[in-house]
């Protein structure tokens, strides 16, 4: 498994042994201890957001391994929980030697607005969702969405009635930020049509999906002197839903860029409860992300004369360049030289971001920074693979929010049925 992949395994109680509520771990995957060749690894297994316990071994010593892993009580989680047989788990690889267990809520259905090139929807499929009705109107993200998911995106969305998309669990849409016209005289009486928010408006109206995600820049706090988000969460709160928002970076998540953006996530039911996912301090080197310059395509070395100012720009600096790095240049002409990726950017300048300050990321390396699995398809020119990224979510971002999502529905459901179940006893009593 590399990191940002999750994986789903069957519960079943033979992974106790003798009764003493300790998970032997040997019975899900072996690849779950081996982790790859290096030959020491330090491996921490996350249970309900927090770090439950640290493992040390030496690859190769498998009997030492399985011993330490049977010596783990997994016996909270699993009462906690109440999982049962035949229930599934999902495990998150959420860094090399980091994985997150979560009890499975179902195999849930959800839409994709805005779809991109399908981050949110690789985020959800990560825990179990089932994508059945996605909507981008751009036409080079329809080819390279057909490309990695067999099906081409509905169109714009604004033309499509809302009795045409089908029924779903959750919503998910990143949109973008729009101003909201004040109709009459009628003092903070906002309009929504004619604004891409009207369209999630009226499809949450409709549908009624008990949960959603939608994703916007960081400044969607203060867009319009706040008024956007003011008006949208007012909106939200008049469908009828409980509604969290936070800004988070995909630095914090297991990818290797600063993207700070603002997230909100909204359930039906007031009673559920919550919580954005813990960060996870950690990130991929540059060098498992950048290729080699002399296999690349020559056209994204930078010119000399990029090259030359750069350098004097840095040496007026004082600033010590190290590599491999990531060179940005923002608009007052400073040039930050970091071990990770600023925030890519579809429609920022042509040499903003320089690979080791020599040339541009290539479109595996900018899908790389958000997270995208290696046998994600680029089948449309680098000018298109580049808006396309830029545009995008950070795939394990999303993946954390969705498993936190999830967590709070099943708990959700099984207090349901808890208070059906207390309900129909007392009735029965009596």
Known sequence: ?????????????????????????????????????????????????????????????????????????????????????????????????????????????????????????????????????????????????????????????????????????????????????????????????????????????????????????????????????????SKLNELGYKTYITVLNALDYGVAQKRERTFIVGFQDPTIDFEFPKPYNWYPDLKDIIENDMTVDKTLMASEHILRKRKERIKEQGTVPFYPSMWHENKGGHIGIKNYSYALRHNASYNYLLVNGRRRPTGREMLRFQGYPENYKIVVKHSAIRAQAGNSVAIPVITAIAAQMCKSLRNRELGLVKKIMQKTIFEWVN
Not at 62 to 67: G, H, L, S
């Open 1 to 233: 498994m590399r990191y940002s992949e999750s994986r789903r395994v069957v519960f079943d109680n033979k992974l106790y042994t003798n009764g003493t509520g300790k998970l032997n771990l040997e019975f899900i995957d072996d690849e779950f201890f081996r982790l790859n060749n290096r030959e020491y690894h330090h491996l921490s297994v996350i249970l309900d957001g927090s770090t439950y316990e640290e493992i040390r071994f030496k690859i190769g010593e498998e009997n030492t391994a399985k011993n330490i892993l049977q010596n783990i009580n997994f016996h909270d989680f699993f009462t906690s929980n109440r999982i049962s047989d035949g229930e599934e788990i999902i495990i998150i690889r959420a860094t090399p030697n980091t994985f997150i267990l979560i009890p499975l809520w179902k195999t849930f259905r959800f839409i994709d607005l805005f779809a991109g090139i399908g981050g949110m929807r690789l985020g959800f499929e990560n825990v179990g969702g089932k994508c059945v009705f996605s909507s981008e109107w751009d036409k080079d993200a329809q080819i390279t969405y057909k490309a990695n998911f067999g099906e081409v995106p509905a169109g714009d969305i604004t033309s499509i009635h809302e009795r045409e998309i089908p029924d779903h669990d959750i919503l998910l849409a990143g949109f973008p930020c729009q101003p909201f016209s004040i109709i009459g005289n009628r003092k903070g009486f906002a309009d929504t049509r004619g604004t891409l928010f009207f369209d999630i408006e009226r499809i949450l109206r409709f549908k009624r999906p008990i949960a959603f995600l939608l994703e916007n820049v960081k400044s969607f706090k203060t867009h319009d002197k706040g008024r956007t988000c003011s008006i949208i969460l």
